[in-house]
């Protein structure tokens, strides 16, 4: 079963449309965090948020918001009023004790959104 | 902010050669370093963790032997592909959490290098 699940492969929306990212995820830990990356087609990982599993408060930063529900295991993404440069591939990563003195930091497979002008 | 440079960017080379990849943090000292495989429009899968000083650990179904890594400081660790075939093509990433000392705080955004295309003919 996957940790980290991403039900939308690809997105496609017009600019100024707002778009919603899912990702529900799986742990047994009472400890653990949740991750937003960004991945433009240049490749470079890009950090965009990050939620511990005792913080439940939903956070808004400019036109991206997320919501974070425990009792769903969901941590959605949304993007408001969209642009083109927004286009790119958005992992959901969950960070999970793996043992010895690490943490480790399990992908979803990403959605690809693509917003057209 | 923290920085981790990745170093090539990009390698085309012969079957059979082997290449290596270097990780460096550039302001910031970690102890622990992580590299990922990233396949065409598919996720980052992790293949091992990097431990400055000790052996890394691998994931399961990653041939040790295959992937050489060595973490021989606390800002630099390298990834050996050895005697590469068309099959070990790929996006290799290189990833670290700018804390220090033992453990990484599961909470630490990882800071990830640019990136090393790997193409093998």
């Known amino acids: 079963a996957q940790k980290v699940t991403q039900a939308q492969t690809e997105i496609s929306v017009v600019e100024k449309e707002d778009v919603t990212l899912d990702c529900v995820y799986e742990?047994?830990?009472?400890?653990?965090?949740l991750f937003w990356y960004k991945q433009p087609p240049s490749g470079e990982l890009v950090f965009l948020i990050r939620r511990n599993s005792f913080d439940e408060q939903n956070e808004i930063s400019g036109r991206y918001s997320w919501n974070f529900q425990k009792s769903t295991s969901s941590f959605n993404f949304t993007i408001t009023a969209s642009q083109v440069v927004d286009s790119a591939v958005y992992f959901c990563a969950l960070s999970e004790w793996g043992g010895g003195s690490n943490y480790k930091l399990t992908f979803g497979k990403g959605t690809l959104l693509t917003v057209n002008p | 902010g923290a920085v981790v440079s990745q170093h090539p960017s990009r390698v085309i080379c012969k079957s059979g050669t082997s290449v290596k990849i270097e990780c460096r943090s550039l302001d910031f000292q970690a102890t622990t370093m992580f590299w990922y495989r990233q396949f065409p429009k598919q996720s980052l899968m992790l293949m091992a963790t990097s431990n400055e000083g000790s052996k890394a650990t691998y994931e399961q179904g990653v041939e040790k032997d295959k992937f050489l890594i060595n973490h021989a400081s606390l800002t630099l660790s390298t990834l050996t592909v050895t005697s590469a075939h068309p099959e070990d093509s790929s996006f290799y990433i290189c990833s670290a959490p700018a804390v220090t000392g033992g453990g990484v705080m599961g909470n630490q955004p990882q800071h990830f290098g640019d990136g090393t295309r790997l193409s093998i003919l």
């Open positions: 742990t047994r830990d009472t400890t653990y965090y």
